[in-house]
Antibody
């Protein structure tokens, strides 16, 4: 079965940096768009960033543009999220998610359980 | 960004009940809507996509309907394992999610 396992979450001070990783297995990682989706405590999910199959196209929610970078290493079946200039409002569980192509567009068919990022002094 | 508003925000129902959750989009999204179930500490699980298509492996008691701006998720006969929080998500443009509906089993 498809497996997505995130790591790298931690407590970090405002203005700090963090790099999240997602290890993918049991599917051909290089064939899929991937995304990071975060969930603040007690809130609904929020899409953060997406990357296409070869890493040549990336998209971000406005609130993270210029601070966060999504990347991937298809040889290692891994997805990354480099987070800089972190703010308290970035506090959330960060999930990696695989894209599914449906008739009406793309959505997320598999998610990892997530890694917790806490931004606090 | 397209906003999704779910109602109710929470509900309590008994095993065997028919349960309906609604999701309203701030602008028309055609059929570009999905529903997820999330249990505490777990990742969201895809139930419905394209507004009414049942994801493989999801029990047939779950169904979705709607198009444009108004959508519903229906559980025809509630089972004990159906507790959790349900989210709608639109994928007509940058994806956004509803705020969630927490379902409790009486």
């Amino acid at each position: 079965e498809v497996r997505l396992v995130e790591s790298g979450g931690n407590l970090v001070q405002p203005g700090g940096s963090l790099r999240l990783s997602c290890a993918a297995s049991e599917f051909t990682f290089s064939r899929y768009w991937m995304s990071w989706v975060r969930q603040a405590p007690g809130k609904g999910p929020e899409w953060v960033a997406s990357i296409n199959q070869d890493g040549s196209k990336t998209y971000y929610v406005d609130s993270v543009k210029g601070r966060i970078t999504i990347s991937r290493d298809n040889a290692k079946n891994s997805l990354f999220l480099q987070m800089n200039s972190l703010r308290a409002e970035d506090t959330a569980v960060y999930h990696c998610a695989r894209h599914m192509i449906a008739a009406s567009g793309t959505l997320f068919d598999y998610w990892g359980q997530g890694t917790l990022v806490t931004v606090s002094s | 960004a397209i906003q999704l508003t779910q109602s109710p925000s929470s509900l309590s129902a008994s095993v065997g009940d028919r349960v309906t959750i609604t999701c309203r989009a701030s602008q028309g999204i055609g059929s570009g809507l999905a529903w997820y179930q999330q249990k505490p500490g777990k990742a969201p699980n895809l139930l419905i996509y394209d507004a009414s298509s049942l994801e493989t492996g999801v029990p047939s008691r779950f169904s979705g309907s709607g198009s444009g701006t108004d959508f519903t998720l229906t559980i025809s006969s509630l089972q004990p394992e159906d507790f959790g929080t349900y989210y709608c998500q639109q994928f007509n443009g940058y994806p956004t999610f509803g705020q969630g509906t927490r379902l409790e089993i009486k």
